[in-house]
Nanobody, 127 residues
Framework: QVRLVDSGGGLVQTGESLRLSCAAS????????MGWFRQAPGKEREFVAG????????DYADSVKGRFTISRDNTKNTVYLQMNSLKPDDTAVYYC????????????????????WGQGTQVTVSS
C-alpha cells in the first residue's frame, strides 16, 4: 500500500522560504510522476508543481514560477518543494500526490490523474 507523508509546513513572514518534503512508501517510486497541489480556505485545490519520473520534466503554475522549485530524490523516495519569496496568497494546505497510472511522460496538472495523496501540510504566510 502506498503512503505519502507531507511535512515541512509552518508559519513564515512575507519574503521568507520553506521547503516541503513528501516521503513515499513503495518500491516503484522512481516510476511515478509526482505533484504538489494546494488548497486555500474557501477555494478549490489547485496545481502548484509537478515533476516527471526521472526528474527531467517539471511544470509549475504561473503563480509560483520563478519562486518555487520542485525536485526529487529517487534514492530516498522523496519529493521536495522549495518555496522562496513567499507571499500571503501562498497560504494554504499543501498536498503531494503520486501518479502511476496515467502513462504521461510529463507530470499531470489535474487532480483526477493522481492516484494517491498525502495528508497535507499547512503553510501560512503572514504580511
Amino acid at each position: 500500500q502506498v503512503r505519502l507523508v507531507d511535512s515541512g509546513g509552518g508559519l513564515v513572514q512575507t519574503g521568507e522560504s520553506l521547503r516541503l518534503s513528501c516521503a513515499a512508501s513503495g518500491r516503484t517510486f522512481h516510476s511515478w510522476n509526482m505533484g504538489w497541489f494546494r488548497q486555500a480556505p474557501g477555494k478549490e485545490r489547485e496545481f502548484v508543481a509537478g515533476i516527471s519520473r526521472s526528474g527531467a520534466n517539471t511544470d509549475y503554475a504561473d503563480s509560483v514560477k520563478g519562486r518555487f522549485t520542485i525536485s526529487r530524490d529517487n534514492t530516498k523516495n522523496t519529493v521536495y518543494l522549495q518555496m522562496n519569496s513567499l507571499k500571503p496568497d501562498d497560504t494554504a494546505v499543501y498536498y503531494c500526490a503520486a501518479d502511476w497510472t496515467s502513462g504521461w511522460s510529463a507530470p499531470p496538472q489535474f487532480e483526477y490523474e493522481y492516484d494517491s495523496w498525502g495528508q497535507g501540510t499547512q503553510v501560512t504566510v503572514s504580511s
